[in-house]
């Protein structure tokens, strides 16, 4: 860790916040679907370049479906065949994306542990590679109010993941450097993201795609969920105390 105090924490969505496998395996397979138009052997090739395994309904960590945005998802399957206009195609991988949010599965208590680090002094902050709409839908389903956040999604305008632009944003709206910063991630395009930005610290979990070796080659620490994040944090001491209100 570069810094003394932790300010600010950026949270990746997908696999950090939630269950990536028991949120997204349903989601992923209806949106190769509507780009086969029913076609289920078309489908089932959409499925397996993404990095689906039909046979476990997981994805492989770094794969096209666990790491890329709408956008390239669209552009490699109309690539491979799909039958649509990309543009076309990303919007409506985008409207089934937004809609599986009433249905995503919190890894813990997301809107207790913001709470609880907001009550230490932090900023915090969502960065995905869902649409921005998609993620401020997730967070309220998580009983987060987003609006609270800095949340940024593939179509922000601050570029796309493994580029540091979110988390250059992040830090500018917050006037924090990004050494004072960690990043939180199931993905090494999550960890290559806080990396690029400078941040202090690149934190890998294992409730996504991303397998523990993977993550552990470049991250400075893999935990099993953002639920350990506090007590990892605490044993670095790199958390103020919490402000206790009277």
């Not at 985008?94 to 208590?109: K, L």
Request: aromatic residues 4%; proline residues 3%; glycine residues 10%.
């Amino acid at each position: 860790m570069k810094t003394t105090w932790l300010e600010g924490i950026v949270f990746d969505k997908d696999g950090t916040l939630t269950d990536y496998h028991a949120t997204w395996s349903p989601l992923n397979e209806a949106a190769a679907h509507c780009a086969a138009h029913g076609d289920t052997e078309v489908a089932a090739h959409l499925l397996q370049i993404g990095g689906h395994d039909s046979d476990t309904g997981r994805v492989r960590g770094g794969s096209l479906l666990a790491a890329a945005d709408t956008r390239e998802i669209a552009e490699a399957w109309v690539a491979a065949g799909a039958a649509h206009d990309v543009g076309a195609l990303e919007c409506a991988i985008d409207a089934i994306f937004e809609e599986g949010a009433a249905r995503a599965v919190p890894v813990t208590d997301i809107d207790a542990l913001f709470q609880r680090l907001r009550a230490r002094g932090l900023s915090l902050g969502v960065a995905t590679s869902d649409s921005e709409s998609a993620a401020r839908a997730t967070l309220r389903r998580l009983c987060v109010r987003p609006e609270e956040l800095f949340v940024a999604g593939y179509d922000s305008g601050h570029g796309r993941k493994p580029s540091p632009g979110m988390v250059q944003a992040f830090c500018e709206a917050h006037d924090i450097a990004p050494a004072r910063v960690a990043v939180v991630g199931d993905n090494l395009h999550d960890i290559r993201m806080g990396r690029s930005a400078g941040c202090g610290l690149c934190i890998g979990v294992l409730t996504g795609a991303g397998a523990a070796d993977e993550l552990a080659a470049e991250a400075d620490h893999v935990i099993d969920s953002v639920a350990a994040l506090e007590a990892l944090l605490e044993a670095k001491g790199v958390l103020r105390a919490p402000v206790t209100r009277g």
